[in-house]
């Protein structure tokens, strides 16, 4: 039994045109709130079979909150390791599915260390992103749509290190989609595979300056990147404004609270940043959820992110 559930496929009227259909499909209804509990909880189920005895995260973020409710089906004890920049709600979210947080360090990477430190022959450390189990299970995603919906002409979604991109893909070849173009969006000041596009090889940021914390990934894996060069993928940027705009519309439109990580792939999708989702007759957007943000913490970011020009303007990059 797998530990994700299967995820409706909806039509939106409130964000489709005459020309161009938008569906979504709804991860944000996934139990843990994300996309993750796909690839986490298929890797730790591999784990689990192959003796693991405990589960173990770095991730204050949903990667963590999808191995705390893994390790509950699982009946494996989790241990999650974060920052004291984590916030409190999702730490308060992985307590109540029984796991084991432990705050430490000023950033992910004092957190990281201390985990390993910790570390027992017989735990498994699960990876938010970069591990080939995780694109397994997020591949699902995409061999559910193809079975819900009609073939799209475009696919959009977020892209913070790369996990959900490089299973999607690896999804969308396993269906007969290689040919349909993937546009892959990041806020501004998370840009890491933007970057990377622009560089020609992947780099790492000096920082993230970006209120879709989930997207937070400083350099994206090697595989994600890789796979720009296997298939056509537009990279896009938003603002954190418009990513913000795009979570109060999905809530208005679809009744659901959505991170501006989420947003992102939204925001890209309704604006039809690319000329290529002007005329795409059907665009599949993976409503990628999170449950870090509360509905009060998505009005307090529409009142503090600046929507003059304070924020850059939304980048249409080329195709490569
Ligand atoms: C993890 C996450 C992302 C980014 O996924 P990657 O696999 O790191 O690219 C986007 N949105 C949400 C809500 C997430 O939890």
């Known amino acids: 039994m797998a530990i994700h559930i299967q995820t409706p496929l909806v039509e939106s009227d409130a964000f489709s045109t005459p020309a161009s259909r938008l569906w979504l499909k709804l991860e944000a209804l996934q139990p843990s709130g994300s996309f993750k509990l796909r ?37 494996l004890p989790v241990l999650v390791v974060v920052p004291e920049t984590t916030l409190e709600w999702p730490q308060a979210l992985m307590r109540r599915q029984g796991a084991q947080v432990v705050v430490h360090g000023a950033s992910w990477m004092e957190a990281n260390e201390h985990l390993m430190a910790l570390r027992q022959p017989s735990d498994a450390f699960i990876h938010p992103f970069d591990d080939p189990l995780l ?25 913070g290190g790369g996990g959900l991109m490089a299973g999607v893909l690896q999804g969308m070849h396993a269906v007969g989609w290689a040919d349909v173009p993937l546009v892959a969006v990041e806020t501004v000041g998370a840009a890491s595979l933007h970057a990377a596009v622009a560089a020609g090889q992947p780099v790492t940021l000096d920082g993230i300056t970006s209120v879709a914390t989930s997207l937070g990934a400083r350099r994206v894996s090697d595989r994600a990147f890789q796979w720009t060069r296997e298939h056509e993928v537009i990279s896009v940027t938003v603002s954190d404004a418009e990513a913000v705009q795009a979570c109060l519309d999905v809530a208005r439109e679809h009744r659901l609270i959505v991170e501006p990580a989420c947003g992102a792939a939204v925001a890209a999708a309704t604006q039809r940043a690319v000329p290529l989702l002007r005329d795409a007759a059907n665009v599949l957007v993976v409503l990628c959820g999170g449950a870090c ?24 990059a080329e195709r490569p």
């Open 135 to 159: 694109w397994d299970g997020h591949a699902s995603l995409i061999t559910e749509a193809a079975a819900q919906g009609p073939k799209p002409d475009a696919v959009v979604l977020s892209v």
């Open 39 to 75: 690839g986490v909880g298929h890797a730790c189920a591999v784990h689990a079979q192959r003796g693991a005895r405990r589960l173990l995260s770095s991730s204050g973020g949903n990667a963590g909150l999808a191995v705390a409710h893994a390790g509950r089906r699982l009946g």
């Open 293 to 316: 943000t509360t509905y009060e913490d998505l009005q307090r970011l529409a009142r503090a992110v600046p929507t003059d020009g304070n924020v850059p303007a939304a980048d249409t």
